[in-house]
């Protein structure tokens, strides 16, 4: 297992390692449990990302994956169907940055009605967007939110950078935030993100350590709340699935592995030293 370089990531190593039964594991879906890809419907977890979160699961406390993806697209990208029988009755997926909530042991997911401005701003982005390079396309998000990617752009990041005040200007007049993330601009409800969606778990699980693994901007948040934690005296490890495209986030990081197949290695390792 690697070692973290900061004194905070290594005392919170110690505490998960020391008391396992009180440690929530939280992680992101896309860069961090799935490799990133073009199409993000194509996307799914590495593929021994399933058994390492079998085996750590019965070790720990909780584990979540907290994502801005639907909570169904998650489940099912990441196999998690049917996962309550396979020893990972306490697994939930915090979809729409917590907005959703998926649970292994019930397969039910809860969410509250759809915010109004994700229709108003649909109905505005084909002309906002008319004239821009072809490669620029938006995903759908379950009607809760809509993302524009510029990664099949011929310039993606000139073509991000054009189009992250406008859209921002679009979102703000509906009442949305914009999440920019790696080549996307996440256009969203305000009042939930991957922090306050930790945050509130941690409560409901009692957790006394944690670790969080992200790879994009919308992690950072959720980097924040871990700081947040460890200054309330929870011991908490923050993980950076490492990229070259996302430096922030590797900066603020406890311990920085490589991409999806690092993050599910560290988990086996975990899970290997819990055993």
Request: proline letters at 8%; aromatic letters at 2%; one cysteine or more.
């Amino acid at each position: 297992m690697g070692t973290p370089t900061t004194p905070a990531g290594r005392e919170a190593l110690d505490a998960i390692l020391a008391d396992p039964s009180h440690t929530l594991i939280a992680l992101d879906f896309d860069g961090t449990l799935a490799p990133i890809v073009e199409n993000p419907e194509d996307a799914r977890a590495h593929p021994d990302a399933l058994p390492a979160l079998t085996a750590l699961a019965p070790k720990v406390a909780a584990v979540a994956v907290i994502t801005g993806r639907p909570a169904e697209v998650a489940v099912r990208n990441a196999g998690f169907a049917g996962a309550g029988a396979k020893g990972l009755d306490h697994l939930t997926v915090l979809g729409h940055y917590g907005a959703e909530r998926w649970d292994a042991r019930t397969g039910a997911v809860t969410a509250p009605p759809p915010h109004p401005g994700i229709a108003a701003v649909r109905t505005e982005l084909s002309a906002l967007l008319d004239g821009q390079d072809p490669g620029v396309w938006v995903e759908e998000k379950g009607g809760r939110a809509v993302a524009v990617h510029t990664r099949r752009a011929t310039a993606p990041q000139a073509a991000f950078d054009a189009l992250r005040g406008p859209l921002t200007d679009l979102a703000t007049r509906h009442g949305l935030i914009v999440e920019p993330g790696r080549l996307v601009l996440e256009l969203r409800p305000p009042g939930m993100d991957k922090g306050v969606a930790l945050l509130d778990h941690v409560r409901e699980t009692g957790a006394r350590s944690v670790l969080y693994a992200g790879d994009d901007l919308g992690d950072l948040p959720a980097f924040a709340a871990v700081e947040k934690l460890r200054e309330d005296g929870v011991p908490g490890l923050l993980v950076c699935s490492g990229s070259n495209e996302v430096t922030e986030v590797s900066a603020r990081a406890d311990l920085v592995v490589d991409g999806p197949a690092g993050v599910v290695g560290l988990l086996r390792e975990l899970a290997a030293q819990l055993a």
